[in-house]
Each structure stands twice: as C-alpha cells, then as structure tokens.
C-alpha cells in the first residue's frame, strides 16, 4: 500500500552580513580571502523531514566602514558598533514532493529545486568614524589613556614617535579613537600626516593632549590647531577639551606653571595621570556627559 509523497523540503541558504566592531584589524580578514559564501541549506530528506536551514555568515568589519556593491551601485555604511547590514540574502530551499500532492495527484514525483542565493561582489572602504579623537603631538599619553579607558591594547612607548595606524576602543557605547600623533607639516602630508587627518573628520569632539613634559606647552597647543584648520576648517569647529597628560611626570611647580599657560586658551583644561584615579574619574564624569548626550 502506497503511503503517499513523503519527501521533505530544503533549507534556506544563510545570509551574508556585515556587523561593525571596534577592532580596526577585522579587515586584515579579507586581505588574502575574496570570497566568503554562507552555508548552504541542507537537502530534504524522506519521511517529511526538512532539511536544515544555512548558517548565515556574519562579517565584522570596522565602523565606519561603507560596503560599496560593484553588482547594484548601492552603498550601505556601518556606524556604530553591533549594526549589522543584509550583503547577500541566501536562497530558498527547494519544495520536497509532499507539497505538490493533491487529490488528483495523490503520489506526485516532481520537486522544486532550491534557488540560489544572492551573489555579489563588494569593494569594503574605511572611513572611521568615532564620537571622541584624540589627538596631539607623538608620545603624549593618547595611547596609554586609551587602554585605561577601554579594552584596547594599543602599543606604548615612552619615545616620540607615530604609529601607523589609529586605535580604537568602546567607552560603554561611544567610540574612541586614538589617531596616531600629528607633526608640524602633517596638513601637507609630512609623516603620513594627511591619512591622519582624513580620520579625524570622522569624529565628533577632540580630546586634545598636550604633555606636561613639553617646554612649550601652548607652542604645542597651537602647532596642532594649525595643522587641523590647514586640512579643513572644520576641524576648528569641532567641540574640543583640552588636556595636560603625563602629569605624574614633572614636579609641582612644572605643572603648575603649564596649566597657569594652557588655561588662557582653555579655563577648563584638566591635568590627568593614568595612575591618578581621580584625574581619570574626571575623564570619565566627561565622557559620560558626552555620551548622555548622544
């Protein structure tokens, strides 16, 4: 005796996706990889057992990276950490042959075949966004402050120079973004200057650092303004706090006597140490309005 069409249906092919993630590195990922399919459905099998749907394929990419489709022209951009964008939606799976059973068709032999999922090809630009830029001359504490704030591990050390790419870290919900140090000429492209630059467009408020070690606390100040308001004009307009790092490094009087210069630009310059948890707590009551006000 014939029971009837038993066979079951396919699953769907997983979907592509693109997450964003405050790790700068997650390119590094498509470096030498250029095609990063999702899982297929799994096949319908008898006794009306359907197969299993495809795992979709989530990428984590950098925020403010915009994912260009070559194949439609449409741009879609990720700005903030845990969005999540549709890149390539998976097929449906195929129709088992108990669907297509009928009272005048009670042992049918056809199916449908699965469809084939979305294929697309991509061109993955970096733009960086981040709600805080900190920014300054090389080996003034941005690094080190960074780390105490967030998870990050950027690399420090107690020498003047520039690394070559910025940081990023997560401050509960806001970004933060430690651009590599600045040098006088950097508007026209000294040190890799303009790349740097080009990131601090995508931020919203400047944490500007001046070391307290500098002989020249206020000719520190104004190198830097210069070279923001050479690349764009701007970048003067955006919200800025002012702060005297590497407290703990100089006497009482040295700081004294730069915070006494640094507070004719800025009444509320703040001197902070990463190992004084009351100028951090400072920093901190600050980002916290910042991010209130998100």
């Known amino acids: 005796m014939s029971l009837g069409p038993a066979g079951g249906s396919g ?3 997983g979907s592509v996706y693109a997450e964003g993630v405050s790790d700068l590195s997650a390119l590094g990922q ?9 899982e297929d459905g799994m096949d319908g099998r008898g006794q009306f057992r359907d197969g299993h749907d495809g795992k979709d394929l989530v990428l984590k990419v950098p925020v403010g990276t915009i994912a260009h489709n070559l194949t439609t022209g449409v741009d879609a951009e990720i700005d903030r950490v845990g969005e999540r964008i549709l890149l390539a939606k998976g097929g449906n799976g195929g129709k088992g042959n108990f669907l297509f059973r009928s009272s005048r068709n009670t042992t049918p032999k056809q199916s449908q075949p699965g469809l084939p999922g979305e294929s697309f090809e991509f061109r993955l630009e970096l733009k960086f966004i981040a709600d805080v830029g900190f920014v300054g001359l090389p080996n003034v504490g941005k690094s080190s402050l960074l780390n105490e704030l967030t998870n990050a591990k950027s690399k420090v050390a107690n020498y003047a120079f520039t690394t070559l790419e910025p ?3 997560t401050y509960y919900e806001l970004i933060l973004a430690d651009i590599p140090g600045l040098i006088e000429g950097s508007s026209q ?5 303009t790349r740097f630059l080009r990131h601090i467009e995508r931020t919203r408020t400047l944490f500007h650092f001046i070391s307290a070690e500098s002989p020249t606390p206020v ?6 303004r210069a070279e923001l308001g050479a690349y764009s004009k701007a970048l003067l307009k ?3 706090h002012l702060f005297l790092s590497k407290a703990d490094v100089v006497n009482e009087k040295q700081l004294k006597t730069a915070l006494t210069k640094l507070k004719k630009i800025d009444p ?3 001197a902070i140490s990463i190992i004084d948890d009351e100028s951090i707590k400072k920093v901190r009551m600050l980002l916290n309005t910042i991010k209130a006000k998100k």
């Open 238 to 240: 955006k919200p800025e």
């Open 30 to 38: 498509f470096r030498f990889k250029k095609e990063f399919p999702a």
């Open 167 to 169: 940081n990023l870290g």
């Open 219 to 224: 000719a520190d100040y104004k190198t830097i």
């Open 11 to 13: 699953g769907k092919g």
């Open 268 to 270: 509320k310059v703040i």
């Open 189 to 193: 492209g000294k040190g890799l200057g």
